[in-house]
């Protein structure tokens, strides 16, 4: 069957930026999914997604005109339902038959075979293959039903449709129209009131043409370009901004870089249709700015591109991509830099009049804003946190990291109340930073201000000193026993008060700055800092944290098994699971590893039934030779295992333990642990409990048993 190439494109008004690639993305491959399950299309045929500010398009290699015949074989009925006693077919089978569009004469054609127990008819035929038309119709109303709409438009339609300037369509916005290209041949599809044809439209001012005509479903991006002056596709056109961006910083001098984040070039690419870079500058002045509030103002306000120079630093020039490409740019430059200059005229004002009060002035303030009904003010918060993190700092480093992280604490949240802060939430603690050095707080005050509400985000920095890091603990800490304690917990994919990473940024600093903090000891000092506010729910937030430390350690490529093994023991020092989880691979790999992974489970049966039941080893008492044995084995192996655990190998420790494979083999071969005798049983039970407490002080090794 011959087969050509489709396209397929909505001609639309300008579509939401942030939402583009994911609505281009979704109309190609839902569309194309529903051609290759209706068998218009090959499993391998080619999808090729389009998408710009005013269209959504998708092209598919080899399509067929018409879908291949298939076989079908569909069951009817029990053989004891659609046949009676002599053969002949019931009133039943017939009705069915004509349901399928068959008659009595298909009775002798029908197959026999059996369904489960019961013999059952199947009748064979021949579906035909569905027609491009009926097939693209259904795909493309697939799609459109389909897309990640983030809010949907109504919209009145003047043609062809039932009540003219009535009739309403709901869609992402307004669509003006339609092409459907089989190969050069127009699809005879409609969709939200559309008729394809094979027109399109091109760039709103720099088109040649208007409308664009496709001669056929292989010209289409290649028109696009030439004769529409519009790159049409998404990934093509981001390539090209990034490569203008990049040759207009050299062009400036060396060592100039351009800041471009992901998002800001996804909703860059989706703003344009042919892009074109120009670079413009503001006044020197604003550099007075710190450039964490020019860079944000730029990107998220003008969606502009900052350049740094070769020092990092903010220059006073930045690059601006436009859709169009007059011969005389300086219009849209000069327009550009007009533009921008209140922005960071704002944020000079804002910064210059925050620096006219202190931190320390604005502490009282806090007291007036609510940070939750059930958990007061954030004064309040402020004094639990100053709590927390005197009482870690005490323990890290007595009373003179006490004292300063309790002075960061206090003034950390102080930026919350600024003029710019207020403008752009994402700056907060970074400000509290740059206000605490006008103040002629210390650096270290000031790095811990800043630093407090890190790591922000997966892969983020740590505070980068030990005051910043007891006071980031603190916080997050007091976050997570708070809405712990009131019982406001993460649902599903809701996680308002983003506990989850709260608790990934409490795991990293502990782990990745080797915290010597015991984790329930750490919960539970936090707890006294909200008085009657909150129920203790220590153990729950336990086993949140430990819950998220397995899903990383996972992530990373660990088995559950062996994370299961480590996390099974709760060890306090999340510093020290990297190593436990490294000896307990070590340890797996052993051949005698399977035998003592399962005699510690064994073990761990037997005394969970005979619980409080065990005494101290008596080795009078020991009667049977393999009992002896493993007794006197372990006086070698556990001291040996107990001294490398201690000394921290835990690698050794565990490998240590190998040893006492064949004499634990022997026992259970040989000895009776529930002896009739009530003190040889106690004195069993008593040794197999000092094996189980040597054997996992790694991790559960039980865990580790097939």
């Known amino acids: 069957m011959t087969t050509k190439n489709l396209l397929v494109e909505l001609f639309v008004e300008e579509l939401p930026p942030k939402a583009l690639k994911k609505l281009g993305d979704a109309f190609a491959g839902v569309l194309a999914d529903q051609l290759k399950a209706q068998g218009l299309a090959a499993a391998d045929a080619v999808v090729t997604p389009f998408a710009s500010p005013r269209r959504l398009a998708a092209h598919v290699t080899g399509v067929a005109a018409r879908a291949a015949d298939k076989a079908v074989s569909q069951k009817l009925m029990p053989v004891s339902v659609g046949l009676d006693a002599s053969g002949a077919p019931t009133p039943a089978l017939l009705k069915r038959l004509a349901g399928l569009g068959a008659d009595a004469s298909a009775v002798a054609g029908l197959k026999r075979a059996m369904d489960g127990k019961a013999e059952a008819l199947f009748f064979d035929s021949v579906q035909p293959g569905v027609d491009l038309a009926a097939g693209l119709q259904k795909a493309l109303d697939d799609a459109i039903a389909k897309l990640p709409i983030p809010k949907v438009m109504s919209y009145q339609l003047e043609t062809d449709c039932e009540l003219p300037g009535w009739s309403s369509v709901n869609f992402v916005r307004p669509a003006h129209g339609l092409v459907a290209l089989h190969g050069a041949e127009v699809v005879p599809v409609k969709a939200l009131g559309l008729t394809a044809g094979n027109t399109t439209h091109g760039h709103r001012f720099e088109a040649a043409i208007d409308p664009v005509p496709l001669a056929d479903a292989d010209a289409y991006e290649e028109t696009l370009a030439t004769k529409g002056a519009v790159v049409a596709d998404f990934n093509r056109r981001r390539l090209n901004i990034v490569q203008q961006l990049t040759l207009a910083a050299q062009e400036l001098g060396v060592g100039y870089q351009v800041l471009m984040d992901d998002a800001l070039l996804d909703e860059v690419t989706a703003l344009v249709e042919r892009p074109n870079v120009l670079t413009c500058k503001f006044e020197k002045q604003f550099l007075d700015v710190p450039q964490e509030c020019l860079i944000l103002t730029m990107k998220a306000n003008q969606k502009y591109f900052p350049l740094l120079d070769a020092a990092g630093k903010l220059t006073n020039q930045f690059l601006v991509v436009s859709n169009i490409r007059p011969d005389d740019a300086s219009a849209v430059i000069g327009g550009n830099e007009r533009v921008v200059r209140p922005r960071l005229a704002d944020a000079k004002f804002f910064f210059d009049q925050d620096r006219k009060k202190t931190l320390e002035s604005r502490v009282e303030g806090l007291s007036k804003v609510v940070y939750h009904n059930k958990l007061g003010t954030q004064g309040e918060r402020v004094e639990r946190v100053r709590a927390i993190a005197k009482a870690i700092g005490q323990q890290l480093g007595g009373d003179v990291l006490a004292k300063s992280a309790d002075t960061a604490a206090r003034l950390a ?72 304690g009131i019982g406001n917990l993460p649902t599903g994919d809701k996680d308002p008060f983003a506990l989850r990473r709260h608790a990934l940024g409490v795991i990293r600093m502990l782990v990745e700055k080797d915290l010597p903090l015991a984790m329930t000891a750490l919960l539970s000092a936090a707890v006294p800092a909200f008085g009657d506010k909150i129920s203790d729910a220590t153990p729950a937030l336990a086993d949140f944290i430990y819950d998220r430390l397995a899903g990383g350690l996972r992530e990373q490529g660990a088995s559950a098994q062996e994370v299961d093994a480590v996390l099974a023991l709760r060890p306090q020092r999340l510093a020290d699971v990297a190593q436990r989880l490294q000896a307990v691979r070590a340890f797996a790999a052993l051949p005698e590893a399977p035998a003592l992974a399962a005699a510690n489970k064994r073990i761990g049966n037997i005394l969970k039934k005979s619980e409080g039941e065990g005494a101290a080893v008596n080795p009078a008492l020991l009667v049977e030779q393999a009992e002896k044995d493993l007794y006197a084995a372990m006086q070698v192996t556990v001291p040996a295992a107990n001294a490398k655990f201690d000394a921290g190998d835990h690698t050794a420790s565990l490998q240590a333990l190998a040893a006492l494979r064949t004499p634990v083999d022997a026992f259970f071969d040989g000895v009776m642990v529930n002896a009739d005798d009530a003190a040889l049983k106690a004195n069993r039970l008593g040794l197999l409990k000092s094996l189980h407490d040597a054997m996992n002080r790694v991790a559960d090794l039980s865990r580790l048993a097939a």
């Open 413 to 484: 949240k102080t930026d919350l109340l600024t003029d710019m802060v207020g403008e752009f939430p994402e700056l907060q603690g970074i400000m509290g930073g740059y206000y605490a050095r006008h103040d002629g707080l210390s650096e270290d005050i000031a790095f811990a201000i800043e630093d407090h509400y890190k790591p922000r985000f997966a892969g983020d920095e740590l505070p980068r000193t030990q005051t910043g890091v007891v006071v980031a603990l603190a916080d997050k800490l007091e976050t997570l026993v708070g809405m712990f």
